[in-house]
């Protein structure tokens, strides 16, 4: 339920986000001025120079054609320029993002349960540990990070409970 809200929320805010505004394509920018230029290396590695023009309008000129994907980033790095003149736009893009960072904790959450819940039966020492873990941080014993599984009994060698 959740995993589908998070996806559901996920595609609107990107959806939102090619939608600004400020966003004037390569064939619209004939004529305008440019204020300024700056790069952007994202996080793949694409370099894109970021063009910004008068009344917060921004065009973006890349190696290649900007991906929808790709347009978030953009927004952030000309947020401070572009916001003041569409407010409204950011209030959107702020909002939905807000609601996708809580839909991926309930979706994380939704997907550990169900994880649990799924392999229970199959693996009946799962239970014990899962609640000695709970135990372990409820103390302040154990830190968030992965087990190597030297610290936890072995099935096989681990009494019937």
């Known amino acids: 339920m959740y995993v589908e809200q998070k996806w559901k929320i996920n595609r609107e805010k990107n959806e939102h986000a090619r939608t600004c505004p400020g966003f004037l394509p390569l064939d619209q920018i004939r004529g305008k001025t440019v204020l300024d230029t700056f790069p952007l290396t994202l996080p793949d590695q694409t370099r894109l120079t970021i063009l910004l023009f008068e009344q ?22 000309v947020r401070k320029d572009v916001e003041q003149h569409h407010p409204d736009f950011y209030r959107k893009l702020d909002s939905l993002a807000e609601e996708d960072r809580k839909m991926q904790v309930l979706a994380r959450m939704e997907n550990i349960l169900g994880a649990i819940r799924n392999n229970v039966p199959q693996n009946p020492e799962l239970l014990p540990s899962i609640k000695n873990l709970i135990a372990e941080m409820d103390a302040g014993l154990s830190a968030p990070g992965c087990s190597t599984g030297d610290d936890q009994e072995r099935p096989e060698k681990r009494d019937k409970r």
């Open 56 to 77: 917060g309008n921004f065009s973006v000129v890349g190696e290649k054609e900007l991906q929808p994907a790709q347009m978030l980033p953009v927004l952030d790095a």
